[in-house]
């Protein structure tokens, strides 16, 4: 199955800032932050779809996954 991947903020020095991932089926966010070679301890937004989903979150052919890292403000 195919997934977009976006990366945005400093997770852009992982990888391009869009890219699409052939994975195996039953593939989990984790499973692409492994593969993405992510820091395993780096807290992140998980957003599949626009929606925030665990790092267990089954993913499926077509979806978009962004990751963010934690994003302070005032």
């Known amino acids: 199955m195919k997934v977009k991947i976006k990366l945005f903020a400093t997770l852009r020095k992982f990888g391009p800032e869009e890219q699409e991932l052939e994975l195996d089926e039953?593939?989990?966010?984790?499973?692409?932050?492994?593969?993405?070679?992510l820091p395993?301890?780096?807290?992140?937004?998980?957003?599949?779809?626009?929606?925030?989903?665990?790092?267990?979150?089954?993913l499926k052919d077509g979806d978009?996954?962004?990751?963010?890292?934690?994003?302070?403000?005032?």
């Open 64 to 74: 978009e996954l962004a990751l963010f890292p934690p994003i302070a403000g005032g």
């Open 26 to 37: 039953g593939a989990t966010v984790e499973d692409v932050i492994e593969r993405l070679q």
């Open 40 to 58: 395993v301890n780096y807290p992140l937004l998980k957003i599949v779809n626009g929606e925030h989903r665990p790092a267990r979150h089954m």
